[in-house]
């Protein structure tokens, strides 16, 4: 899973998130992995994935709370679970 730090424009679809995945994040976006991006307001996340059949795109969007987010600009983002 693939953090994008900042924050994304969420009028976007799956064909301008994969572009943003390719030229920031240097990475593949019909590789299988998962690709986050977080609104503005923090409240809205989209993540894209592909299957190997075809692309994904979800949506969650919190009625109230946000999500929290790393402050790292332009690193690469580890995620694991806590005990």
Not at 35 to 61: E, N, P, Y
């Amino acid at each position: 899973m693939w953090l994008a730090t900042g924050y994304t424009d969420m009028r976007r679809g799956f064909p301008s998130l994969a572009l943003q995945v390719q030229e920031v994040l240097h990475k593949e976006p019909l590789s299988g992995h998962l690709f986050v991006f977080r609104g503005r307001r923090s409240d809205l996340v989209k993540v894209i994935w592909h299957d190997g059949q075809g692309a994904c795109l979800f949506t969650r969007k919190l009625d109230r709370g946000k999500f929290i987010w790393p402050s790292v600009a332009g690193e690469a983002v580890t995620i694991s679970l806590r005990s």
